[in-house]
């Protein structure tokens, strides 16, 4: 009886000192610390993936927001580029092939342009001689896809300006040697620049030789007639 109760009390006193040991509290814990970790490490990892993911983003969405303001500003740039090299070729284009014949436009044109081939005369210190005698325009025929407008004209001139003459009205193009004469009238030659024939075809010419004007002159003087198509939407 007595040895029963010793093995009690030594049983007891073993338990108490386990309980009482700090080594084992400190194993349970690690081992309670480890397990946990073990468990959530795969929900850490993907909130760290997570939390970068999220960096990245503002970082890709500064940069693209950067990217947008200078595409943008560039987008502006060219369109203001764009504008200001094409509104004079449009402006071109309209005129080269109108949506009409625009008669008293035309008219004041040749009238224009056949006095600066006159003033060609005091330019070049040489004769020159140029005189429009008339100009008609007929109605204006519907086609299928553009309008056609029958223009004649007749005047007089020397072989150089007979030739000017011709080549402006196939081209629309004033030459520098005719820009020269635009000192003596800035208005007229502004409306020359800034006003041009519209698409035309020269259909026939009938030239005819005059009679040389003065005895020391050597010149050839011709009158022409001339029939040209002008074309239209």
Same mark, same amino acid.
């Given at each position: 009886?007595?040895?029963?109760?010793?093995?009690?009390?030594?049983?007891?006193?073993?338990?108490?000192?386990?309980?009482?040991?700090?080594?084992?509290?400190?194993?349970?814990?690690?081992?309670?610390?480890?397990?946990?970790?073990?468990?959530?490490?795969?929900?850490?990892?993907?909130?760290?993936?997570?939390?970068?993911?999220?960096?990245?983003?503002?970082?890709?969405?500064?940069?693209?927001?950067?990217?947008?303001?200078?595409?943008?500003?560039?987008?502006?740039?060219?369109?203001?580029?764009?504008?200001?090299?094409?509104?004079?070729?449009?402006?071109?284009?309209?005129?080269?092939?109108?949506?009409?014949?625009?008669?008293?436009?035309?008219?004041?044109?040749?009238?224009?342009?056949?006095?600066?081939?006159?003033?060609?005369r005091a330019l070049l210190l040489?004769?020159?001689?140029?005189?429009?005698?008339?100009?008609?325009?007929?109605?204006?025929?519907?086609?299928?896809?553009?309008?056609?407008?029958?223009?004649?004209?007749?005047?007089?001139?020397?072989?150089?300006?007979?030739?000017?003459?011709?080549?402006?009205?196939?081209?629309?193009? &004033? !030459? #520098? *040697?005719? @820009? =020269?004469?635009?000192? +003596?009238?800035?208005?007229?030659?502004?409306?020359?620049?800034?006003?041009? $024939?519209?698409?035309?075809n020269i259909n026939a010419i009938? &030239? !005819? #030789? *005059?009679? @040389? =004007?003065?005895?020391? +002159?050597?010149?050839?003087?011709?009158?022409?007639?001339?029939?040209?198509? $002008?074309?239209?939407?």
């Amino acid at each position: 009886m007595e040895n029963t109760n010793k093995n009690r009390h030594l049983k007891l006193s073993r338990r108490d000192k386990m309980r009482k040991s700090p080594i084992t509290w400190i194993i349970l814990l690690v081992i309670s610390i480890s397990v946990g970790i073990i468990k959530n490490f795969p929900e850490y990892t993907n909130w760290k993936k997570f939390r970068n993911n999220i960096a990245i983003m503002e970082i890709n969405k500064t940069k693209l927001k950067e990217d947008y303001e200078l595409n943008q500003s560039t987008l502006k740039e060219l369109k203001n580029n764009f504008r200001e090299k094409s509104e004079f070729s449009l402006s071109e284009e309209k005129q080269v092939f109108p949506e009409k014949i625009d008669v008293h436009k035309i008219v004041r044109i040749l009238e224009m342009f056949s006095i600066k081939l006159k003033d060609l005369r005091a330019l070049l210190l040489q004769e020159s001689y140029f005189d429009l005698n008339s100009i008609n325009l007929s109605q204006t025929r519907q086609e299928k896809e553009y309008s056609t407008t029958a223009l004649s004209i007749s005047f007089s001139a020397d072989e150089k300006n007979l030739r000017r003459f011709i080549k402006f009205l196939q081209t629309g193009k &004033i !030459s #520098e *040697e005719i @820009k =020269k004469t635009f000192s +003596n009238d800035a208005i007229e030659g502004n409306f020359l620049e800034k006003n041009l $024939l519209p698409l035309l075809n020269i259909n026939a010419i009938g &030239i !005819s #030789e *005059e009679k @040389k =004007k003065g005895k020391q +002159n050597t010149n050839r003087y011709y009158t022409v007639k001339l029939q040209a198509t $002008l074309f239209s939407r």
